[in-house]
């Protein structure tokens, strides 16, 4: 529609003018015209008609007195001419014809012959009509017009006619004069209408579209030119309107203006006091920056310090545990010292974890683990503090539970053990229950869901939103009664939904009124192929009889015994418990099961008095007497139960564990080591002798490229595994990793040789860049034999098959020489360390001092040329070379002194400035430092070799 109206200007005022005033005129003039026209014929041939037939009957009147005195038979040609000749002399009379079958006389202009023929049967067909009507017809013929009259009314004049042709002109005259009349009044009208055009286009539309003109050049400069233009009545008005809108405008514009620049001088102020605010927030930034840098550094330095004396102490426990001659509690000692010392190195791990979670850069390790191993060993790190406060804990694994899984073991039981160390630590009484169930399950990926139950002091309404927050507990005199970081749930949660699970936490009044405390529940994805059988044997004539006074501790052992089909009974009283073991005594396969109490000391001799069969006692190893339940052959169920420490009872052999190592034989692998300081190489190569493995050394990246490719031009095999330092100087592991693999693809079969990096510790980023530069893996110096166990079993394809676990009793160890302990509680130089870094080999330990010693003199040559030089960046490559040195020897002071020296250096690189005086003065200060440190150590050595002679 606003096409059409746009198309014919029907939105503008002229068209609507044409479209609503001059065409509807048009159109009433056209059709008054023709209306006049048609009257005005019309008129002209009735009065024609009432003319004509008066003449005729005035002409039949003389024919019928004619016809009365002669008779029709008497009259002629010429009696018909005189009455013809009467009527042709009536004006408009141009010819007049005398038509009957007896005759046919005409007068005036003559008709052709097929005139009168058309006549004549006009006449024939209309003559009953005309006869009966007595009318006249106007009959018109090659534009010519006649009347005809009837005279068959006379008696004796049948079938005839007269027939009169009238002249036109005076037709055409009036019509004429009709036109000239219509066209006269049609053009005062026109010029009527012009008048009012003009007259409308003047007064209205000319004003119109001179303000619209005005209005288009206006702009807000030069409102006050605006012009009143000639014009009247409301358009004028209208004009004084927009006059007055225009001048208020003009007003407003000026306010606006100044209102502008008042506001752009604020603007230019606030803009320069943000300018100096951003510059001062970069500098803000680039010291937050550089004091998150110096965290992470901070973090990996305190890590290394706080791992150090954790080594030392697991170092001395798995000696100890070696030894042959340890009793069964001295070996539950050392184990729960060990196993502390893992749990606070797990307290560590948090606060590192924690940082890594805050910079986005925790990932997952997904492998291959016993889940029923590993939930086992969260909570029997547990159980000693569940026992110091008399709580039970009890475990509860379905059958229907994959044992077999692919996950992070590491970070699943970092989440078990927090939410179960909560528990022990929020219940005063009572009992801890730790359950797991299928949730999900799709294909091979199963949804598995963990819940810990307690029934401690319950979380209050009001804490429960912030409970997984950082830093947060669910009160803030918590942390002073029961300590903590508040840290554990957050890197829970976090790691939670890594797993593609989720966290949370219920009251247990919720399901039932009676109960007190708090279940928390995870959930967490892992891979399982199959669901494995549970590795132990049907034990179909094995009877039981237990008495335990936990209701959940009994109904799990029922619900194992149930699924493996053994046949148990139950008792609830002691009485009851001492009146069945009589009936027990004879039968070989019997077992009986009961609580260890602080009376065990009565009970035992009440028991064997009556029963001598097999006996085995439930609770926390730590808090029995190993001795007494010697002395009386009673074997341990370790609290809480767990299916393979029940089948390992029901096979008659004591539920302590056994320490184990491994046999690697690996005399077929090429391993290849890369590292720029030979004490590092004599280290790993130490080690790896262990396990019969020959080890390839060489000491740069360069050279590491040109033995890979002097094999492969040889057609000798490539090597099983290689391991990379990542600081060398000229090319580092990070270069001569991405030249191994391009050299890799250029193979006509593309291998991939499994590259781990050597590193004193590796920061987030330094891990991401391992990963995007080829590296399999990597090993944290000082490297440990379980470590580098761990490496060869996952990157070596004998690993699974050639590893055997053997009893503790099947190994010895030498015992190590007390002649240098002078030095072991040194800072300058710690000899247990020494022997623990170097595998407990004296000579090694010795080699591996000497060749630090005897680096001295150079290196501190180095070094002050270099820093007279000013070349910073080869500085940290020397200072980094020997800290990774000090790591493989006991020298602590050394060690910290170069870290911090190294540390202190990268600052320049890692900040991207310049060294300015200030900087070199600290530079000088700390190489006086580690001249020192150096003198000392060189000292401490040369003891060391004068007592090993």
Partial sequence: MQQILKIFYLNQAHGQLIALIIIPISILMIAGTWII??????????????????????????????????????????????????????????SVQWISDKDNVHLGEPLNVQDNFYFYSYLKKSAQHIQTARTLDLIEVDGRHFYAFS????????????????????????????????????????????????????????????????????????????????????????????????????????????????????????????????????????????INQSKSIFLANISHELRTPLNSIEGFVQLLLRQKQLGAEQRLYLETIKKSSSHLLALINDVLDYSKIEAGKLHLDLDWFNLENAMYDALDMLSPLATQKNLQLIFYYPFDVPTLVKGDELRFKQILTNLVSNAIKFTPDGEIIIRVRVEKKQQANYMLHFSVQDSGIGIQGQD??????????????????????????AIAKRLTLLMQGDIGFYDNQDHAINNKGTTFWFTAQFQADIVPQIDIPRWRDIRVLY???????????????????????????????????????????????????SQMHLILPQIRERYQGEVAVYGEQLSMDMDLLKRYRVSVLAQPIYRQALGKLFECKQCSREI?????????????????????????EALLQEFNIQLVKVNSGQDALNLIEQRIEQQQPLFDLIFMDIQMPIMSGFDT??????????????????????????????????????????????VQLDELLHILRKWTNIGQAQVNIM????????????????????????????????????????????????????????IAELIELEDFPQ????????????????????????????????????????ADDEFAQQVQQRFIQLKQAMSNVEQAVQALNRMHK
């Fill in 807 to 862: 009893p503790t009793d099947m190994l010895m160890m030498e015992q190590t020489s007390s002649k240098l302990e002078t030095y072991a509680s040194s800072q300058i130089l710690d000899w247990s360390m020494s022997l623990k870094l170097s595998a407990q080999k004296e000579d090694l330990a010795l080699n591996l001092l000497n060749m630090l010693v005897a680096n001295f003199v150079q290196e501190q040559n180095e």
């Fill in 464 to 489: 429960k939103r912030k409970l997984f927050d950082s830093f947060n507990q669910a009160d803030t005199s918590i942390t002073r009664q029961y300590g903590g970081t508040g840290l554990g749930l």
């Fill in 660 to 684: 184990s190592t491994y046999q690697l034989n690996g005399q077929h692998l090429h391993i290849l080591a890369v590292d720029d300081h030979m004490v590092n190489l004599l280290v790993l």
């Fill in 547 to 597: 008495y335990l006074q936990n209701p959940a501790t009994a109904s799990v052992l029922r619900y194992y015994l149930d699924e493996e089909r053994i046949s148990y009974q139950e008792v609830g009283s002691a009485l009851d418990f001492f009146a069945l073991l009589k009936e027990k005594n004879n039968n070989p396969n019997q077992w009986v099961i009961l609580d260890y109490s």
């Fill in 737 to 782: 990793t991405r030249a191994i693999r391009s050299l890799e693809q250029t193979l006509d079969e593309p291998i991939k040789m499994p590259i781990v990096a050597l590193s004193a510790y590796l920061l987030a980023d330094e891990q991401l860049k391992l990963r995007e530069c080829g590296m399999s893996d990597e090993l944290v110096k000082p």
């Fill in 875 to 914: 500085l940290e490559q020397i200072l980094h070379r020997i800290y990774g040195a000090t790591r493989y020897v006991g020298t602590p002071q050394l060690q910290q002194i170069t870290g911090e020296f190294e540390q202190f250096v990268s600052q320049l690189r890692k900040q991207q400035r310049r």
């Fill in 37 to 94: 026209y048609s009257e005005v014929t019309q008129n002209y041939f009735s009065q024609q008609r009432h003319v004509m037939y008066t003449i005729l009957l005035q002409t039949r009147k003389q024919i019928e007195q004619e016809l009365g005195e002669r008779g029709y038979n008497n009259l002629d040609t010429k009696d018909i001419e005189y009455f013809l000749q009467y009527l042709l002399a009536e004006k408009n009379i141009l």
């Fill in 151 to 290: 005279l068959s009314d006379i008696s004796q004049l049948p079938d005839t006619w007269l027939v009169i042709e009238v002249d036109k002109e005076e037709l055409y005259v009036v019509q004429y004069r009709v036109i000239l009349n219509l066209t006269i009044t049609i053009f005062f009208i026109l010029l009527f209408i012009f008048f009012t055009l003009f007259f409308y286009a003047r007064h209205w539309l000319n004003p119109i579209y001179k303000i619209r003109l005005q209005i288009q050049r206006l702009t807000s400069e030069n409102l006050a030119d605006y012009k009143l233009v000639h014009s009247s009545g409301e358009l004028w008005d209208l004009q004084q309107d927009i006059f007055s809108f225009l001048k208020r405008l003009q007003k407003n514009f000026a306010e606006l203006r100044i209102y502008v620049q008042e506001t752009e001088d604020d603007t230019r102020r606030l803009l320069d006091d943000m300018e100096m605010d951003l510059a001062k927030y970069q500098h803000q930034l680039k010291s937050v920056i550089s």
